[in-house]
């Protein structure tokens, strides 16, 4: 077990609630730009992206075994699973968000707005009602080293939302530099979204139509690094990849704590058949840790 101490800060008294493992359990080492993890508690196993090398890897929870899950992958990013608990993953390469099938067939859901090329989708949730909701900065098409360069077809990075029913793709919010992760309330009726530019994350009241309104500030950062993936565990605390950081957000804002790594963070997600085993991709690498905590109830759990 390659074990990895782990530096805590403690900002406010709220964050004694938290406990569990003092230092990270590295699982895996040797992606360049590891992102999007993703778990599969029917299998027991995790995915994740390594969008540099166009690939996918999946580590076996019972075995310890990492192996390529897809390879190439089209520079795929963030992934997260649907109610029927099939993959859905934001691919920079062919800039667009796809679904895999149980039978291993993929489907695009979205590539396009408005007849124009997206940018290259960058992380995405699904509500209980089954909308797909995701992000699209231009990090895929700004040179070829997550993605293929190119020139951009969209005035803008929005953040888009694909409907259930029609697979109609519009957007929710046009007003962010570089939209990045976001994460729905435990109730759903309000979406928490990063702009890792503005390094900042803002919540926003969703309509019973699916549209965004409000858009407050909920936290900022200001000293080094931005703000990427965001989870939220059972007791609606928002926790942030943040820098070489993992930041835990009090619902009403306040900073609880963070946790410091080796290395420059880019996404988290809650899992294990508890749902209190975090994992973090990390540059190079995957870890993880056991908490007293556990993460949101996820969508395919019926919530």
């Known amino acids: 077990m390659d074990?990895?101490?782990l530096e805590l800060e403690a900002l406010d008294p709220r964050v004694a609630a938290i406990g569990g493992d003092r230092w990270l359990e590295r699982l895996h080492r040797g992606t360049r730009w590891a992102e999007g993890p993703v778990?599969?508690?029917?299998?027991r196993f995790l995915v994740w992206s390594d969008i540099p090398n166009d690939r996918m890897l999946r580590w076996d929870e019972l075995t310890g075994a990492v192996g390529p899950f897809r390879e190439p992958a089209g520079y795929t990013n963030g992934n997260t699973l649907d109610r029927e608990g099939r993959l859905v993953s934001c691919e920079h390469g062919a800039r667009r968000v796809t679904r895999t099938e149980?039978?291993?067939r993929v489907t695009v859901l979205a590539d396009r707005w408005n007849?124009?090329?997206?940018n290259s989708p960058n992380d995405v949730v699904v509500r209980s009602d089954g909308s797909v909701w995701f992000t699209d900065?231009?990090?895929?098409i700004l040179s070829d080293y997550e993605g293929h360069r190119a020139d951009p077809e969209i005035d803008g990075c929005h953040v888009y939302r694909i409907?259930?029913?029609t697979g109609a793709t519009r957007v929710v919010a046009d007003d962010f530099a570089r939209p990045n992760g976001l994460a729905f309330s435990l109730d759903e009726s309000r979406l928490y979204i990063a702009d890792t530019e503005r390094n900042h994350v803002r919540v926003f009241d969703v309509g019973d139509e699916g549209g965004l309104s409000g858009g407050k500030l909920f936290a900022e950062h200001t000293g080094r690094g931005g703000f990427d993936g965001l989870r939220l565990d059972e007791e609606g605390r928002v926790w942030a990849s943040v820098g070489r950081a993992i930041h835990c957000y009090h619902p009403d804002g306040a900073l609880l704590g963070r946790m410091i790594l080796p290395e420059e963070t880019s996404n988290l997600v809650f899992g294990g058949p508890k749902r209190n085993r975090l994992f973090v991709t990390a540059t190079t690498s995957l870890y993880s840790m056991l908490l007293n905590v556990r993460g949101a109830r996820p969508v395919w759990a019926g919530s």
């Open 3 to 5: 074990l990895v101490p």
């Open 39 to 43: 778990y599969f508690p029917a299998g």
């Open 102 to 104: 149980h039978d291993g």
């Open 115 to 118: 007849g124009k090329r997206l």
């Open 137 to 140: 900065p231009p990090y895929g």
């Open 163 to 165: 409907d259930p029913v």
